[in-house]
């Protein structure tokens, strides 16, 4: 009781230092526990879990059943004329 008398018997100013400074530490101390939980939980996240949640293994399978685009194969002698019709077009 005697620190809380001579605590509210200092200057005004004293005493927003005083109390600026102890939000300051709880605060740091604060951040530090959380760091240190966020990384435990990241180290032990696991990935597979997440995938098997997130049913990307069957997505994948979907993507590969589909067919696939294939493009036509063009000779020299059409794309001349594709491209002689293109300018025709352009010109008009």
Do not use: H
């Not at 927003?16 to 966020?38: D, E, H, N, R």
């Not at 069957?58 to 993507?63: M, S, T």
């Amino acid at each position: 009781m005697n620190f809380l008398r001579k605590l509210q018997n200092l200057p005004e100013l004293k005493r927003k230092i005083i109390f600026w400074l102890v939000i300051i530490f709880i605060s740091l101390g604060l951040l530090f526990l959380w760091t240190q939980i966020t990384q435990m939980r990241l180290k032990s996240f696991k990935i597979e879990k997440l995938k098997e949640e997130l049913k990307i293994p069957q997505f994948e399978e979907e993507l590969q059943g589909l067919q696939k685009f294939e493009t036509p194969e063009i000779s020299e002698e059409e794309l001349k004329e594709l491209e002689e019709a293109l300018k025709e077009v352009q010109t008009k």
